[in-house]
Nanobody
């Protein structure tokens, strides 16, 4: 079994910054893509950003230039640096990882979510 544990959410004023972390643990052989998604009240979960094991990144247009994803493969951890936060960034942020287990089966795992609230 694999667990993803997020941390770093909280309340911040518009224009401020937050850094989220997500650490994976358990029966991990290697982790493929990792990413962050978010879900605002009354809305569907949406992609924020992803990063491959090699470091290639992809961002939603709404966060380009403000958010930066990074990862530490040795620590099985992914980070999300969020700058110039806006009230519309308010959501529960979820970490996702594609993990190869000992049978080399690829499974997708989710964290429990961390609340990010941006006040105007």
């Amino acid at each position: 079994q694999v667990q993803l544990v997020e941390s770093g959410g909280g309340l911040v004023q518009a224009g401020g910054s937050l850094r989220l972390s997500c650490a994976a643990s358990g029966l991990i052989i290697t982790i493929n893509d990792m990413g962050w998604y978010r879900q605002a009240p009354g809305k569907q979960r949406e992609l924020v950003t992803t990063i491959t094991r090699g470091g290639s990144t992809n961002y939603a247009d709404s966060v380009k230039g403000r958010f930066t994803i990074s990862r530490d493969n040795a620590k099985n951890t992914v980070y999300l640096q969020m700058n110039s936060l806006k009230p519309e960034d308010t959501a529960v942020y979820y970490c996702n990882a594609g993990v190869y287990d000992y049978r080399m089966t690829l499974n997708s795992y989710w964290g429990q979510g961390t609340q990010v609230t941006v006040s105007s």
